[in-house]
């Protein structure tokens, strides 16, 4: 399969990104599954990590099998997926949060759900909720020619995924047919929080810059400033998820409690970042 650059205009994602780098700062990305602890609660949230200092925010669509995924998400998407929440949540999440806050705003969600939804109707609804794109791990490039078009079509970026086993030749076209940013997994195994920032990042990241201009976030588990502020040093972007829904699961019933220890997780990270 042949891929070529993205060269159209700057989208909402990539303005976000160059603000940072402007600001000589990585951006600091946060992520949430929609619906958890509930709909309403989810968004307020959501809203909450941009309060805080986030640039951006990723909405995840909660799987039943959600196999790259740590134990936290696990719980969080199993509470969301108990109370029921559906597609069209997760788009009333994007389109209230995007409402409410000056940041790009994505959906990160494994193939399945958008394949049987349908790509064309998927990519209509996100943009018209004011989605800036979308982040899919587990869809092969080879198979993405559908979306993408779908999405460009839109104006939403497609964010893909690339991990520290990942080869330069297909870091090279991962790299090619994405746009926005390359979401570096830059741990061998599941997401969730981690001790230490290993060797392991920043090789990977070194490696993707090699193959592309995009910049290049990587989700590696952080969950202190000390570590964002490693992950700052080297990527273009720091993204933390399992660590902010640990603060929601920590609260159980108190809501404004969970939404306090985000926003102010999330202050703690933004700091991080501007380290210098």
């Keep these: ?11 909402r994602l990539s303005a976000a990104l160059a603000a940072a780098r402007a600001e000589g700062r990585a951006a600091l990305v946060g992520y949430l ?8 609660g989810g968004i307020r949230a959501a ?12 909405i995840g669509l909660p799987h039943s099998d ?8 696990q719980t969080a998407d199993d509470i969301a997926l108990r109370g029921g929440v559906r597609i069209a949540d997760v788009l009333r999440t994007v389109r209230e949060v995007a409402a409410a806050v000056d940041a790009p705003v994505l959906v990160m969600t494994y193939w399945n759900p958008v394949d049987h939804y349908g790509a064309a109707r998927f990519a209509a609804d996100l943009a018209a909720a004011g989605g800036a794109g979308c982040i899919l791990p587990d869809l092969p490039v080879e198979e993405s020619g ?10 939403l970026d497609t964010v893909f995924v690339v991990a ?29 929080t981690r001790n230490q920032v290993g060797h392991l990042a920043e090789d990977l990241v070194k490696r993707t810059k090699a193959a592309t201009d995009l910049p290049v976030c990587v989700g590696l588990g952080v969950s ?21 829904v640990q603060r929601l699961l920590d609260a159980g019933q108190d809501e404004e409690a969970g939404l306090a220890a985000v926003r102010a997780l ?10 210098r």
């Design 1 to 11: 399969m042949t891929t070529t650059p993205n060269t159209a205009a700057p989208t």
């Design 33 to 40: 599954p929609a619906g958890f602890p509930t709909v309403e």
């Design 47 to 58: 809203r909450a990590l941009v309060e805080g200092g986030c640039d951006a925010v990723e």
């Design 66 to 73: 959600p196999v790259l995924d740590g134990p936290t998400i």
């Design 146 to 155: 559908e979306w993408r078009a779908a999405a460009a079509e839109h104006g």
């Design 164 to 192: 520290p086993s990942s080869r330069d030749d297909r870091l090279a076209q991962i790299t090619a047919a994405g746009s926005g940013f390359v979401y570096a997994a830059a741990v061998m195994g599941v997401t969730g």
């Design 224 to 244: 202190t400033a000390e570590q964002a502020a490693q992950v700052a040093a080297f990527a273009d972007g720091v993204i933390v998820g399992s660590a902010f």
């Design 266 to 275: 999330a202050a703690d990270l933004a700091a991080g970042v501007r380290r």
